[in-house]
Nanobody, 116 residues
């Protein structure tokens, strides 16, 4: 069993910043990829950013240059630094984790609202 606990969401004005954290615990053997996804009302869940165990990163085009994903391997924690937030970034943000031996796990989600 793997547990993911997200934190750091909230209400922020356009142009503001937030940092999301996701801590993984439980039966973690070897993590392959950790990532952040988001789902806005009426839309499908989409990839925001992900980072592999080797440190390679991928970003959605809409967040490139504004968001940065990082990982603390010792703590099994992944972070998402979000700068220059826009109203269209408003969504529930989910942490996802893939184990090297198989299995994908989701956190419960944290709300990010960008509004003046």
């Amino acid at each position: 069993q793997v547990q993911l606990v997200e934190s750091g969401g909230g209400l922020v004005q356009p142009g503001g910043s937030l940092r999301l954290s996701c801590a993984a615990s439980g039966s973690i053997s070897s993590i392959s990829v950790m990532g952040w996804y988001r789902q806005a009302p009426g839309k499908n869940r989409e990839l925001v950013a992900r980072i592999t165990s080797g440190g390679s990163t991928n970003y959605a085009d809409s967040v490139k240059g504004r968001f940065a994903i990082s990982r603390d391997g010792d703590k099994n924690t992944v972070y998402l630094r979000m700068n220059g937030l826009k109203p269209e970034d408003t969504a529930v943000y989910y942490c996802g984790l893939a184990l090297a031996l198989g299995g994908y796990y989701w956190g419960q989600g944290t709300q990010v609202t960008v509004s003046s």
